[in-house]
Each structure stands twice: as C-alpha cells, then as structure tokens.
C-alpha cells in the first residue's frame, strides 16, 4: 500500500533553514507527481509545493517562492523541501502528498519558527 514517510520538522528561529524529506513506498515513485502541503493551527490545509514525476517542473505557493524549494530523487523514492528565510508564519505541520487514484498522505512534522 501507499505509505509516505515524512522527517526533518523541529524548532528553529527567524531567518533559519531546514530540509524536510519523504520516503515514499508501495507505487511506482518516479511515475507521480508528489506535492508538500501544510497546515498552520486553526487554518486549512494549503499547497506549498510540487515537483513533477521527473523533477524538472516545480511550482510554489506565492508565500513561499524564492525561499522554498522542492526537488526529489526518484532513485531513492524521496522528496525533499528546503526551507531558507524562515518566519513565524510557516510554522505548521508539513505533509508529504500523492494522488494514485486517492489522495495519499503522511504522518507530517512540525515546523516551529521563533520569532
């Protein structure tokens, strides 16, 4: 079966970096577009990023281009977000998504950002 791994999330302040990542398993990962979605408390869940099957087109969430970035090596089923310049505003849980026939999702992990 679909299952997705996410790992990376922690405390950190304004301004400070980290890199997310997601073990997929149980579908063809090179096949699929895979998509970063968060969560902020008391807000829905919004798209943040995704990179194609081959990795070579990606598209962000206005609130995080030209600070995020997703990319993903499809020989070891991972996708990963890099996440520069943070701010208090991104703090969330971070999901890892794929839509083989269903829609397919993570545990998540959080992401703090101090101000």
């Known amino acids: 079966q679909v299952r997705l791994v996410e790992s990376g999330g922690g405390l950190v302040e304004t301004g400070g970096s980290l890199r997310l990542s997601c073990v997929a398993s149980?579908?063809?990962?090179?096949?699929?577009?895979m998509n970063w979605y968060r969560q902020a408390p008391g807000k829905e869940r919004e798209l943040v990023a995704y990179?194609?099957?081959?990795?070579?087109?990606?598209n962000y969430a206005a609130s995080v281009k030209g600070r995020f970035t997703i990319s993903r090596d499809n020989t070891k089923n991972t996708v990963y977000l890099q996440m520069n310049s943070l701010k208090p505003v991104d703090t969330a849980v971070y999901y890892c998504?794929?839509?083989?026939?269903?829609?397919?999702w993570g545990q998540g992990t959080q992401v703090t950002v101090s101000s």
């Open positions: 998504n794929v839509v083989v026939g269903a829609f397919y």
């Open positions: 149980g579908f063809t990962f090179s096949s699929y577009t």
């Open positions: 990179v194609s099957s081959s990795g070579t087109m990606s």
